[in-house]
């Protein structure tokens, strides 16, 4: 189950990411890609049974989220998520 805040995916234009909470355009990488285990029982904090890959972003506007794929039965779905660790310096 679910427990973080999950948010659809904002683009400009087709191609440039938006940030979920006030859709500022301008973000940088914030940490290491993770690759989070489903085990096929709803383990990876996402609303789907597989793995999910987590990139973790930090806006200028000061937001942190993550762009996610998540993996379920053969879909992969892709969303942003409010950051779920702290953000680097």
């Known amino acids: 189950m679910t427990t973080s805040l999950m948010f659809p ?3 400009i234009d087709g ?3 938006r940030c979920p909470f006030c ?11 993770r690759i989070e285990p489903g ?9 789907g049974r597989g793995d999910v ?3 973790p972003f930090k806006g200028e ?9 998540g993996f379920h039965k053969g879909h992969q779905r892709i969303f942003t998520q409010a950051a ?4 680097s310096v």
């Open 61 to 69: 506007c000061g937001h942190c989220w993550q762009l996610c794929i």
């Open 53 to 55: 890959i987590r990139i």
């Open 23 to 33: 859709s500022g355009e301008y973000h940088h990488l914030d940490g290491h890609i």
């Open 15 to 17: 191609a440039v990411l």
């Open 84 to 87: 779920i660790h702290e953000p």
């Open 39 to 47: 085990n096929d029982r709803y383990d990876a904090d996402w609303s």
């Open 9 to 11: 995916l904002h683009l």
